[in-house]
């Protein structure tokens, strides 16, 4: 009976044996299972990056310059779900030499901001501009270096950042569309400076960039190139506290601050597994939906789960929520961090139709806008790629915004907006154009949104199909 056991315990051991991957594979999966997670978390810096580097190696913008698009956008810049009916003025700074001053104009008859600061984990630092701390006054924004232990000079809005790097986005608000309104856009823009603090005495000329024709892309690559990326992000900036339990874990990947980073062939392939999982889980989230902003059953959504909004708003202090996979899923369609969204603006997003239907490029739609939209500066609806949330490449236009005088209005107030591949017959000033091959979302930006949109007495109605002749 002995041995009949023995040989039972012989068979079972080695059944176990040969379900047990070989160490080779359970390295690999070690590798790919870090990658996913490592993609996710370094979201928002990357994408950060992206941005950096497209500035660096496309134009001749440097650090402590602005680079600005002199025209309303079009598909020649492809960040993610940017705004077509504001001019961009950008600028990337860098505090490992001193504080940097941002300095901006005051609001007047000439021009407005609405604008961001941000670290390179894209959390909000403060809001700029009209309905930012200045107030439209204008302001100088002094952003302090981590561990900075010096007392800022009076006259200044002190920003404490606990990265070196970091940018400024800054909307120079436009009346209109028209060549003298976007002239008077940029010449206000022009009026902003960024210069070091220990040149505050006699700053230098700040440099702007009109990138308006050159090709700027910044959307998420989910190759290998991804965690180069995150490589000079961990050798130029210092670990967070909140962050150092992925020392270990990017180690493994050969990401290692001090060290440099030269993957070989073979863990080139485990990390392209591990960031192409990465993006099938955060499509895969996104495609699910973001939580309804009007009603249970509405397609606008919110621009971001509420939970990631609340927590970045207060710097993700609380010692008890860290929502990485949030924050990674949105730092995937999209950039910038607000400090107080609802102020100075407010985004809505919808991915589908009233039926619940995907938008489809090849096929025709109309969004109305109710009468006495709650703005007091303007609305605007964009259309871009589902895939790569960038503006839809090779279309005429991306948008249509209450600052087009010649949109035809209804009897009531009412605006009509039509999304397709050819506009409805005496309908082209209303019409947003689509790529028939490809699918599409939509993001409904309110400037200096007003009460009744947070408490819905003001209702976006969901999107419907019109059928064409």
Known sequence: MRAVFTAIFALLFAAAQAQQPAPGDLERRLVE???????????????????????????????????????????????????????????????????????????DAKGSFNGNIVTIWQMPLEDAGLLGADKGKGGKYLVLPPGYKGKPPRGYIPLQSDTFGGYMLLRSNLKSHSEADVASSVAYGKRMKIYPLSQAAHPPATVFNDVKDIGFDSTIRYDASFF?????????????????????????????????????????????????????????????????????????????????????????????????????????????????????????????????????GARTYRLTVPPKAPVEQYWSVTAYDRQTHALIRGMPRASRSSQIPEMQKNADGSLEVYFGPKPPAGKETNWVPTDPGRKFELMFRAYAPTKALFDKSWVLPDVEKVATP
């Open 228 to 360: 180069a990326h995150l490589d000079r992000i961990v050798q130029t900036e210092p670990w967070l506290p909140r962050d150092r339990a992925m020392i270990d874990q990017l180690k493994s990947l050969g990401i290692e601050k001090g060290k440099p980073y030269r993957p070989d062939e073979a863990r080139t392939t485990e990390l392209t597994a591990g960031v192409q999982e990465a993006r099938d889980w955060l499509e895969r989230t996104y495609d699910a939906g973001l939580p309804p902003f009007f009603s249970p059953t509405s397609r606008w959504t919110f621009p971001a789960p509420p939970e990631l909004i609340k927590l970045a708003q207060g710097g993700y202090n609380d010692t008890d929520a860290y929502p990485t996979d949030l924050r990674g899923l949105a730092y995937s369609y999209a950039y910038i961090g607000i400090k107080r969204l609802g102020a100075g603006q407010f985004y809505m997003i919808s991915i589908r139709d009233k039926d619940g239907d995907a938008f489809d």
């Open 33 to 107: 299972r870090r990658a996913v997670e490592a993609v996710i978390w370094g979201m928002p810096a990357v994408n950060y990056d992206l941005m950096l580097q497209e500035m660096l190696t496309k134009t001749p913008g440097k650090v402590h310059q602005v680079i600005y698009w002199g025209r309303p956008l079009d598909s020649k810049n492809q960040t993610l779900t940017p705004n077509p009916d504001a001019l961009y003025f950008m600028a990337f700074f860098n505090t490992k030499d001193g504080p940097i001053v941002l300095d901006l104009p005051p609001g």
